[in-house]
C-alpha cells in the first residue's frame, strides 16, 4: 500500500526523507509557487487539464477520467524515460499535485510498480500552503526585530549584505521580492505573491529565536508584492537603527548601486514618468531633461531633495519606535565597512 507523508511544519522541510520532490502540477501552476526544492514533472499540460476539465463539467465525469488516464499515463512515460531515465532502484521520490489527489496517486502508483519507494505528499501543495499562511498570517514572529531605517540613498541593502556576510541575522525583503522598494527600484520580473510568501516563511522559519533580526525599513508593498500584515505591524513597532548621511553623498551611492538603471535611459525616463501624479509634469520633465544630459548626480540630489526625503519625513512624523542614529559622511566601500561594524556592535550588546 502506498504511503502519504504528511508535513506538519515548515521547518520540517529541509530534512524530509526523499531524494526528489516532484511536482505533477501544471507548468502554470509550478510557476506561481511550489514547494522549495521541488522539480516540475507534469502529468497534465496546462492546455490538457483545461480540456479534461470541460469534458468533466459539458459531458461526463467517466469521460474525462477515460481521457484524463491516457494523458497521464503519456506524460509519465515520457518522464520516466527522460528526466528520470537515470534513477536508481533505491531512490525515494515524493509526489504532489494540488491537493493530494488524481494526479499525484496516478504518478505515484505507476513509479511504485517500477519498484521506487515513492510517497505522496498528505493534502498536496494546499497543505503546505496552509504551513505557509499560518506562519506568515497567524504565528507571532520567532525573533526580536530591529529595523535598518534611512533615508534613500543610505545603502541599507547594501549594508543587510555586508552584515550578513558578517554572521548577523538579516531578512532581506527587497531580495526576496526582487525589488529595490522604490519607483525606481524595479530589477526585473517579481515573483507571485504565492512565491513571495512560501520563500519569506521560509526565511522566518529558520531564523535563531535567541539572537535579533536585522530587517530593512519598507512600506506594506515592495514593488507589486504586499508583505504580511502581521510582519509588517512587527516592523512598525520595532526598534530602529536609522543611517544618517549628508544628501551628497546619498546621491554619489545612487549613481552607483542604479548604475543599470543610469545606462538604460529610455528605462530611467519611463520609472521617472511614474512621478508624474506626486511631482507634477513640469518637474518631471525638467528630472527627464537631466536624464537625458547625462546630469544623473544632479538629477539624484533632486529627486532625494524634493521627492524622497519629504515622503520620508511624512512616515517618521507617524512613529512611536524608539530610533538610534548611525551617522556617516561616507558611504564608500570603506565607509560601509566602517558602518557594518559599528552596527554590528550594537546589535551584539541587545
Known sequence: MRMAFTLSRLGDMPGVPFDTIIDVRAPSEFAEDHVPGAISLPVLSDEERARVGTIYVRESPFKARKIGAALVARNAAQHIEGPLADRQGGWRPLVYCWRGGQRSGSFASILAQIGWRVETLAGGYQSYRRLVVKRLYDDAFPARMVLLDGNTGTAKTALLGRLAARGVQVLDLEGLANHRGSALGGQGEQPSQKAFESALASQIEALDPTRPVLVEAESSKVGRLNLPPRLFEGMKAAERFEIVSPVEARAEYLCRAYSD??????????????????????????????????????????????????????????????????????????????????????????
Open 261 to 350: 538603471l543610469i545606462e538604460d535611459t529610455g528605462l530611467l525616463e519611463e520609472r521617472l514618468q511614474r512621478l508624474v501624479r506626486l511631482q507634477g509634469r513640469e518637474r518631471v520633465e525638467a528630472w527627464v531633461a537631466m536624464a537625458r544630459a547625462g546630469e544623473h548626480r544632479v538629477l539624484a540630489e533632486e529627486l532625494v531633495r524634493e521627492h524622497y526625503d519629504p515622503r520620508y519625513a511624512k512616515v517618521r512624523a507617524r512613529r512611536e519606535a524608539a530610533v538610534v542614529p548611525f551617522e556617516t559622511a561616507a558611504l564608500d566601500e570603506p565607509g560601509l565597512d566602517a558602518l557594518a561594524g559599528r552596527i554590528e556592535g550594537a546589535l551584539s550588546s541587545r
